[in-house]
């Protein structure tokens, strides 16, 4: 069998300008999804080249993991170049003018200095705000495409962060919230083991850890319950199209289902605008003898859900539907 070689590219071959070439071609919705799946984070762009004073941010993004459009901002800084104080000086300003809670670099590469710098951010810094670095890589293999590639060179601490901020202000996390955090950091943990493109959102101390579609109003979330005890892996559609999107699906439930090996819950909620497709297990995550077991079945479930609902939730045209609102509620195949 023969082998190819994978050969890096000059990013100025591909990129002659940072602001005419490399900002424009990551705000394109298929590259923001790929950076922000490296992140973890569900990035809308919002703006690029905004103005910060007299000075332009290179791309502003909400992070819409909840399924909302009302995120927390999201600063990106593009940099085809060694990184250097004049930039770190600049992401720092323009952060502070927008009041972004994640600041994102790209860089190539990352000096020692920088890394160290953001590192320190990140430590001094509570969970509200978050500093990622990363690296741009351009590749090919023989005649082949060329590819992109981020290297996350500085990120946070999540466990440390979450701890620090909710113990640092005289809040003491709860026996179940703590529970909560131990087990979403073994999930994503467990889900980045398995090496395939599922990426979650960072763990918390709360029932869900969202996985992104790459659409707003749109989300998968893992759930754990205590009251009964049980875990579910679920669509989330939020917004004006939410019960357009539902009926449109659910054109499609059984060959749905069959594609997923099991009956799914609709819901749907005639007094409010969201609604669900889910599927539960009733386990205990707390359990010792279940928890890998609950760790296994939410992974299963998400990857599926991502193979069979993802591509037909980003098909979705709200204008398709025609949807007679009294006849939604929540039903069960």
């Not at 953001?118 to 590749?139: A, H, M, P, R, Y």
């Not at 023989?142 to 946070?156: C, D, E, L, T, Y």
């Not at 620090?164 to 026996?175: A, C, P, Y």
Request: proline fraction near 5%; charged fraction near 30%.
């Amino acid at each position: 069998m023969d082998l190819s070689r994978l050969e890096p590219v000059d990013l100025r071959e591909v990129w002659h300008s940072e602001p005419e070439d490399f900002t424009p071609w990551l705000a394109k919705p298929e590259n923001i999804t790929l950076l922000g799946e490296t992140l973890g984070l569900d990035l809308d762009v919002e703006s690029t080249e905004a103005g910060v004073g007299p000075y332009r941010a290179d791309i502003v993004c909400r992070d819409t993991a909840d399924g909302s459009s009302e995120g927390a901002l999201v600063l990106i800084e593009n940099q085809l170049e060694r990184t250097n104080h004049i930039h770190l000086g600049q992401l720092l300003t323009y952060a502070a003018g927008l009041d972004a809670v994640t600041v994102v670099w790209i860089a190539a590469p990352f000096t020692d200095e920088h890394r160290t710098a953001l590192d320190w951010l990140n430590q001094k810094t509570d969970q509200s705000v978050n500093f990622f670095g990363l690296e741009i890589e351009l590749w090919r293999i023989g005649g082949s495409p060329i590819a992109p590639k981020f290297n996350v060179v500085a990120q946070p601490n999540d466990w440390t962060k979450t701890v620090r901020d909710t113990t640092g202000r005289g809040r003491e996390l709860s026996e179940t919230r703590r529970q909560q955090l131990e087990f979403w950091i073994e999930f994503e943990e467990f889900v980045k083991s398995r090496g395939d493109e599922i990426r979650c959102q960072r763990p918390g101390p709360q029932t869900w850890m969202n996985s992104s579609l790459g659409r707003t109003w749109m989300t998968f979330a893992c759930v754990i319950s205590t009251s009964p005890p049980s875990v579910r892996v679920e669509l989330v559609l939020d917004g004006d199209d939410a019960k357009a999107w539902f009926s449109l699906l659910e054109i499609d439930r059984k060959f749905i289902e069959e594609k997923i090996g099991e009956e799914l819950v609709w819901h749907s909620p005639p007094n409010r605008k969201g609604a669900r497709v889910q599927v539960k297990n009733d386990i205990d995550f707390r359990n010792h003898s279940q928890r890998e077991e609950s760790k296994e079945w939410l992974y299963e479930r998400l990857r599926i859900f991502h193979e069979v609902l993802k591509p037909r939730a980003l098909a979705l045209n709200a204008d398709d539907a025609t949807i007679d609102m009294n006849d939604e509620g929540e039903s069960e195949s």
